[in-house]
T-cell receptor, first 117, second 112 residues
């Protein structure tokens, strides 16, 4: 049973280019989350999606960042016109659902490391 | 809003000694708490979780954590450190919409 799959693992972009990060959730998981880990900081929540729906984007920067989770295919985190401050590790996570007394466990992918030069 | 605090960004422990990583939470409702481990350039791996069942939670790799409501704590321990335990450890609490709020992490260094 494959885990959360992210690609690319490493991505280098020049300032002003676009970065696209892809995430395939674990089999049977319908909920996807994106987190960002900046140097010397912990992980920060960005966005929570279900198929074709954005449930919570309270952690997304207001500009240049967008996310989707289409009916078919992986979830995409898109960063337009990247700047040096976007250099970070971006982690995707998935869970089977939400809520419940057991507290749905969230499983993380290996991460995508974005470097903006 | 629910949050967690981890003190001491770097923790050094001798091989074979007790590993103790502290996590205190702030929550107005019974919390769901988690410990994750991150090895260099890798993703987060779940060590253990507390979901209001047993207060002493056993996880992988010999780690365990005890939920203490009176102290609002969920400290992580391992009786005997191994070189392979060198990694970064994050405490997290579940917020609404299944978001996780993470502490700043503890970088564990194991001294031979």
């Amino acid at each position: 049973n494959a885990g959360v799959m992210q690609n690319p693992r490493h991505l280098v972009r020049r300032r002003g280019q676009e970065a696209r990060l892809r995430c395939s959730p674990m089999k049977g998981h319908s909920h996807v989350y994106w987190y960002r880990q900046l140097p010397e900081e912990g992980l920060k929540f960005m966005v929570y999606l279900q198929k074709e729906n954005i449930i919570d984007e309270s952690g997304m920067p207001k500009e240049r960042f967008s996310a989707e989770f289409p009916k078919e295919g992986p979830s995409i985190l898109r960063i337009q016109q990247v700047v040096r401050g976007d250099s970070a590790a971006y982690f995707c996570a998935s869970s089977p659902g939400y809520g419940g007394s057991s507290g749905n466990t969230i499983y993380f992918g290996e991460g995508s490391w974005l470097t903006v030069v | 809003a629910q949050s967690v605090t981890q003190l001491g960004s770097h923790v050094s422990v001798s091989e074979g000694a007790l590993v103790l990583l502290r996590c205190n939470y702030s929550s107005s409702v019974p919390p769901y708490l988690f410990w994750y481990v991150q090895y260099p350039n890798q993703g987060l791996q779940l060590l253990l979780k507390y979901t209001s069942a047993a207060t002493l939670v056993k996880g992988i790799n010999g780690f365990e954590a005890e939920f203490k409501k009176s102290e609002t704590s969920f400290h992580l321990t391992k009786p005997s450190a191994h070189m392979s335990d060198a990694a970064e450890y994050f405490c997290a609490v579940r917020r609404g919409n299944n978001r996780l709020a993470f502490g700043k992490g503890n970088q564990v260094v194991v001294i031979p």
